[in-house]
């Protein structure tokens, strides 16, 4: 696997907060947003101090793919601190107070809690959008349908890279966590694991529920009783739609036999990844001489960003 790191162009200068004919889709998506935003740095600080227990010679294919991972990361939320300005405004003045306090609740338990704790968590975040992806590319194509160009692309690069790294953090886990007796293997392999990914799933999904609701709110207040009504019938639609599109997933991640390594790829994600290489339509260009930017640097890109 070519372990490259994308920087995606895209300008979110005209992206509208409502960028989807429906509104629904958009504001959940947009929810969503802030999670990245503030989750995938501490994930790359939890990964970093992981890093130092791995044994250089008998761990060196797992680190080389920490810092492939970490520089994908960190492409990916300083796209989403980016984007998050398109919403992130006086109109919707809870977003950003909700997302300072996610970030603290981070630092609390980077601070606070285990290595394997935090390790635990960040596997569980990676589970579950490792589990999205499909839904992302095969199955919102109706929600999708009028939308801006600018977010779809957004979140087409970011669920094909969840695909493309879907193996790094439960390798990292399994690694620190769950070698050793057969009761670490157990209890940190597979109960443990699964408290990690109910952890992520309710204490990050009570922060994008949160903000979706506020969004929502916001441009309700601006409809008339009967417009208000049908856009509360939408978000149930769509709920209910996504929960049901991603339940299989889901149940899959919760298994004892699961193995993000055997996961097959949605379809078209190839060509979506390749339009974002160097040269590709939303890549940076190539450089005069043939030089490209698409290559992991040897010191990790994702730990240099955030010792800037």
Request: aromatic content about 14%.
């Given at each position: 696997?070519?372990?490259?790191?994308?920087?995606?162009?895209?300008?979110?200068?005209?992206?509208?907060?409502?960028?989807?004919?429906?509104?629904?889709?958009?504001?959940?998506?947009?929810?969503?947003?802030?999670?990245?935003?503030?989750?995938?740095?501490?994930?790359?600080?939890?990964?970093?101090?992981?890093?130092?227990?791995?044994?250089?010679v008998?761990?060196?294919?797992?680190?080389?793919?920490?810092?492939?991972?970490?520089?994908?990361?960190?492409?990916?939320?300083?796209?989403?601190?980016?984007?998050?300005?398109?919403?992130?405004?006086?109109?919707?003045?809870?977003?950003?107070?909700?997302?300072?306090?996610?970030?603290?609740?981070?630092?609390?338990?980077?601070?606070?809690?285990?290595?394997?704790?935090?390790?635990?968590?960040?596997?569980?975040?990676?589970?579950?959008?490792?589990?999205?992806y499909?839904?992302?590319?095969?199955?919102?194509?109706?929600?999708?349908?009028?939308?801006?160009?600018e977010?779809?692309?957004?979140?087409?690069?970011?669920?094909?890279?969840?695909?493309?790294?879907?193996?790094v953090?439960?390798?990292?886990?399994?690694?620190?966590?769950?070698?050793?007796s057969?009761?670490?293997?157990?209890?940190?392999?597979?109960?443990y694991r699964?408290?990690?990914?109910?952890?992520?799933?309710?204490?990050?999904g009570?922060?994008?529920?949160?903000?979706?609701?506020?969004l929502?709110?916001?441009?309700?207040?601006?409809?008339?009783?009967?417009?208000?009504?049908?856009?509360?019938?939408?978000?149930?639609?769509?709920a209910?739609?996504?929960f049901?599109?991603?339940?299989?997933?889901?149940?899959?991640?919760?298994?004892?036999?699961?193995?993000?390594?055997?996961?097959?790829?949605?379809?078209?994600l190839?060509?979506?990844?390749?339009?974002?290489?160097?040269?590709?339509?939303?890549?940076?260009?190539?450089h005069?001489?043939?030089?490209?930017?698409?290559?992991?640097?040897?010191?990790?890109?994702?730990?240099?960003?955030?010792?800037?």
């Amino acid at each position: 696997m070519q372990q490259l790191i994308r920087q995606p162009q895209i300008d979110f200068v005209k992206c509208l907060p409502c960028w989807a004919p429906n509104l629904e889709f958009a504001m959940t998506l947009n929810a969503f947003s802030i999670t990245p935003a503030h989750l995938e740095p501490y994930i790359i600080r939890v990964f970093a101090k992981a890093r130092a227990q791995l044994d250089p010679v008998h761990d060196a294919d797992l680190i080389e793919e920490l810092d492939w991972f970490c520089g994908q990361e960190g492409q990916h939320y300083h796209q989403h601190v980016l984007f998050n300005k398109v919403f992130q405004t006086p109109r919707y003045p809870e977003v950003e107070g909700l997302g300072r306090k996610f970030a603290a609740d981070l630092k609390g338990f980077a601070r606070d809690r285990s290595l394997i704790f935090n390790l635990t968590y960040s596997e569980g975040f990676e589970a579950a959008g490792a589990v999205f992806y499909r839904t992302w590319f095969e199955k919102l194509g109706k929600y999708r349908f009028g939308a801006q160009d600018e977010a779809l692309r957004l979140y087409d690069w970011h669920f094909a890279e969840e695909f493309e790294h879907r193996e790094v953090a439960y390798k990292l886990y399994m690694r620190i966590a769950a070698q050793g007796s057969l009761w670490r293997r157990i209890w940190y392999g597979y109960f443990y694991r699964i408290y990690g990914v109910l952890k992520m799933l309710s204490h990050s999904g009570q922060y994008s529920d949160a903000v979706r609701r506020h969004l929502l709110e916001i441009e309700r207040a601006e409809m008339s009783a009967q417009e208000a009504a049908a856009s509360r019938h939408r978000e149930k639609v769509f709920a209910r739609y996504l929960f049901w599109s991603t339940v299989r997933g889901l149940l899959a991640v919760l298994s004892p036999f699961y193995n993000p390594a055997r996961k097959a790829p949605p379809e078209g994600l190839s060509a979506v990844l390749r339009d974002f290489e160097v040269g590709g339509r939303f890549g940076r260009p190539k450089h005069p001489g043939g030089q490209h930017a698409n290559e992991l640097p040897s010191n990790g890109e994702g730990y240099t960003q955030l010792r800037r």
